[in-house]
């Protein structure tokens, strides 16, 4: 096998899926060796910031990859996104929408093949600025979105679409909509939302298909928005999602936008692609910044 010459290093948490770290770093370890002419592998330990590493060895390999789930991507995102580094994902962790969106496989060999051959895109990335401050590179859940996000951490003796289906139907008993100045690039409005998502990627939550129009290149985000409904009637829509809106929920809109503006009379819970941003967030600036990261995907 004929090795590339582009350096790699391969960011694993060992925490992610249900895998013994041991024998992933050990396949890991070989197959970077196989592929590459220089590549690290290193287990992330839990005191190390992953975005601040990420960036520091973005500095001396051309490619870095995410080895684990959603959460392991939003972190090295945030490493990589002011920098010149491509960024490769493992999928190796129980949630892996984001290596869905760039055709990325389960399979550990079938993802080495694309780590190694496949095309390397310029995607855009989601920035927020405000009460908090990051990057997302598949959805910006925020109230009932960000909230259950925050339940189904809780549900740890289950994986899948499930633990975020619990996650929000408790969400949706505890949180009943807000007020929302929304300003986005079409229009102004302030009404009571109960659902707001910046999506970059079409999926969250393993199987929820919010935003089947979204594509990571466009340079637009699809902002999607349910204003307050019933209890009930938010557990009728959930399994739907599944498949996608329907055109029959009048609550629900999606629109295009570059920049997005949330300004919130009370306190929201957030997530960035499945990682807790925050519980008590009422004012947030939101950007598409279009090419933002060089990512190797499986297209």
């Known amino acids: ?12 948490n060992p925490a992610a899926g249900r895998k013994d770290p041991e024998i992933l770093t050990g396949l890991i370890q070989q ?8 590549s690290e592998v290193i287990i992330i330990q839990p005191s190390q910031s992953v975005a601040e590493l990420a960036k520091l060895k973005a500095e001396k390999f051309d490619i870095v990859v995410a080895c684990g789930g959603d959460g392991t991507v939003n972190s090295v995102v945030n490493g990589l996104a002011e920098t010149e580094a491509t960024m490769g994902v493992l999928p190796i962790g129980t949630g892996n929408d984001f290596a869905k969106a760039i055709h990325v496989k389960r399979s550990l060999t079938k993802s080495f093949e694309i780590l190694e051959k496949g095309k390397v895109e310029a995607v855009d990335l989601i920035h927020y600025s405000g009460d908090r401050e990051g990057w997302s590179a598949n959805t910006l859940g925020i109230g009932l979105d ?5 339940y189904s951490r809780s549900y740890k003796w289950l994986t899948g679409p499930i633990v975020y289906m619990l996650g929000a139907i408790k969400a ?46 466009d340079g637009f985000a699809n902002f ?11 557990l009728f829509y ?15 809109n999606t629109e295009l ?20 941003v925050g519980s008590n967030i009422k ?7 279009p090419g933002k990261l060089r990512v190797i995907t499986g297209y």
Do not use: Q
């Not at 920049?259 to 807790?276: F, N, R, Y």
């Not at 004012?283 to 910044?289: P, Q």
């Open 31 to 38: 197959e970077a060796e196989a592929r590459w002419d220089s």
């Open 257 to 276: 936008s570059r920049h997005i503006e949330i300004k919130s009379s009370c306190e929201l819970s957030v997530h960035a692609d499945g990682e807790h």
């Open 283 to 289: 004012n947030l600036m939101i950007k598409i910044e």
């Open 146 to 150: 960000g909230l259950a996000n925050f």
């Open 238 to 252: 959930l399994p739907f999602f599944r498949w996608g809106p329907r055109k029959w929920m009048k609550e629900l």
């Open 172 to 217: 949706a008993w505890v949180f009943r909509g807000c007020d929302i100045r929304l300003k986005t690039d079409d229009k102004e409005t302030t009404e009571k939302f109960l659902m707001l998502t910046v999506c970059n990627g079409k999926w969250e939550g393993g199987k929820f298909y919010l935003a089947p129009e979204a594509i990571l290149t």
């Open 1 to 12: 096998m004929k090795k590339s010459r582009s350096s790699i290093c391969f960011l694993i």
């Open 224 to 234: 999607v928005t349910i204003k307050k409904i019933p209890f009930l009637k938010i």
